[in-house]
């Protein structure tokens, strides 16, 4: 069983900064992949990035790349979403997630946190 926590949402001006951390906890969570999604109402849930466990190497959608950066740090079982350059419709409620396969698929993620708001104002 793996728990995962985010943390860091919070209320930006567009063109700011967030970081958005998730701490998993569990006894093998250092090894699963971490998954950021985001939703906002009445959309459904999508992919933004993520990291595997082994090696570190990141993968992010279009919408991301060069703006959103995810890191890891496996001392203290967490990982990173940092945020730049932010836009009005990156506002969402952001979700981490933990897979034993990476992937970029919803349903691909066992285990889920319970998600943090990001508002981006214009």
């Known amino acids: 069983q793996v728990q995962v926590v985010e943390s860091g949402g919070g209320l930006v001006q567009a063109g700011g900064s967030l970081r958005l951390s998730c701490a998993a906890s569990g006894r093998t969570s250092s090894r699963y992949a971490i998954g950021w999604f985001r939703q906002v109402p009445g959309k459904e849930r999508e992919f933004v990035g993520g990291i595997r466990w082994r090696g570190n190497d990141t993968y ?63």
Do not use: H, P
Request: glycine residues 8%; contains cysteine; charged residues 15%.
């Open 60 to 122: 992010y959608t279009d919408s991301a790349k060069g703006r959103f950066t995810i890191s890891r740090d496996n001392a203290k079982n967490t990982v990173y979403l940092q945020m730049n350059s932010l836009k009005s419709e990156d506002t969402a409620v952001y979700y981490c997630a933990a897979s034993l396969v990476f992937g970029t698929k919803v349903g691909q993620y066992e285990y889920w946190g319970q998600g943090t708001q990001v508002t981006v104002s214009s």
